[in-house]
Every structure is written in structure tokens, then in C-alpha cells.
């Protein structure tokens, strides 16, 4: 894996969702508290999103989004200041090229401009990734 990740909201979910843990999601741990990560700054949009619906869904409680939120406030993640100056240029036509959302594309952007790796669960974002030549969980 690279020096550095940029890590999407769907390895944050595995990681902390009781019912979706997996050795992968163990490696991250270890490799979260040694190196960190960067993320897009719509991440913690993102990730709240998810939350609210994994909520609503009735997969986690109103509790236990809380305490998720608690332990995601204490993660090693460094914010990315310049994902969204990149929309206009880099990320739409890297959302083109790829057929990706823009959210995800913002993922993939930082992890280009960086050249970090990517840790990603959805299978768009590993597959645009590879094109791209970036490495990836």
C-alpha cells in the first residue's frame, strides 16, 4: 500500500459497522494509528450521511451514532483544504472519464493529486482507481 491513504466513507462504515468487520477492516486499524489518512473535505458530510441512514434503517441506534461520531472525531485524518477548487477542473473530468459521482471522483482526485493510495469498498471507485494507476484497499 501507498505512504499514505485517502480513505472513503465506505472502508469508515466497514470498519465501524458490527455487522460488516473483516480482516481488511482490522489492517486499517493498525494502519490508521500508524500513518493516518486524508480525506476530501466533504468527508465528514459524507460519512454523517451515512450514519443518518444506517439510523434510520434501524442498523444502528440514535446511541450508538454517537458514539461512532465520537470515535471517528479522535481518527489521525488530515482534511483536504483544496478538494473543492478542484470540482471544476481535475474532479468532473475525472467523474467523466470514469463514470463516477463527483463525490466519489473527489476521492479519487485527492488520491492522484497526492499520490496517495485509496482505500475503497465501492467497486467504480477501485475500478477508476486502477485506470488511474493509484493503488488501493
Known amino acids: 500500500m501507498a505512504e499514505r491513504i485517502v480513505l472513503d466513507t465506505s472502508v469508515v462504515m466497514a470498519w465501524l459497522m458490527p455487522d460488516e468487520v473483516t480482516d481488511a477492516t482490522g489492517n486499517l486499524d493498525k494502519w490508521m494509528n500508524s500513518k493516518g489518512a486524508i480525506v476530501p473535505s466533504l468527508w465528514r458530510i459524507e460519512l454523517g450521511n ?3 441512514v444506517a439510523c434510520r434503517r434501524g442498523r444502528i441506534s440514535h446511541e450508538q451514532r454517537t458514539t461512532i461520531l465520537q470515535v471517528v472525531s479522535r481518527f489521525p485524518v488530515s482534511v483536504d483544504k483544496f478538494t473543492q477548487r478542484q470540482v471544476p477542473g481535475d474532479t468532473l473530468a475525472l467523474a ?5 459521482t463527483l463525490y466519489d471522483a473527489t476521492y479519487l482526485e485527492l488520491a492522484v493529486r497526492t499520490g496517495a493510495g485509496l482505500a475503497t469498498y465501492d467497486k467504480a471507485l477501485q475500478r477508476a482507481a486502477q485506470a488511474e494507476g493509484i493503488l488501493y484497499l
Open 96 to 100: 467523466d472519464k470514469h463514470g463516477l
Open 50 to 52: 451515512s450514519l443518518l
